[in-house]
């Protein structure tokens, strides 16, 4: 059984900042892409960053490129995104997800049960 945690949502102020974390357990294949996305109220979820398993290939959707950062830590299964500048608009619940490779539309096996992020203006 896999198990995607999600956690540093809350609430702030536009042009303040979050750092969310996604924690993997459980058998996963022994590599793997992790991926955010997101949900606004009445909207379909979006992509917003992915990484690959080395680290070394990162994916941004336009609306937080420059201003969202993708991490990944040495132990692998533990993913970061820094938010910085948040807008109002970035209001969503955010979604850990993990896939086979990583990419601007990945294709995700797991998802986790994801974490609310308000920004108020």
């Known amino acids: 059984q896999v198990q995607l945690d999600e956690s540093g949502g809350g609430l702030v102020q536009a042009g303040e900042s979050l750092r969310l974390t996604c924690v993997a357990s459980?058998?996963?294949?022994?590599?793997?892409?992790m991926n955010w996305f997101r949900q606004a109220p009445e909207k379909e979820r979006e992509f917003v960053a992915s990484?690959?398993?080395?680290?070394?290939?990162?994916y941004y959707a336009k609306s937080v490129k420059g201003r969202f950062t993708i991490s990944r830590a040495s132990a692998k299964n533990t993913m970061y995104l820094q938010m910085n500048s948040l807008k109002p608009e970035d209001t969503a619940v955010y979604y850990c997800a993990v896939g086979l490779i990583a990419s601007s539309a990945p294709t995700c096996d797991y998802w986790g049960q994801g974490t609310q992020v308000t920004v108020s203006s």
């Open positions: 990484i690959s398993w080395s680290g070394e290939s990162t």
């Open positions: 459980g058998r996963i294949r022994s590599s793997y892409a």
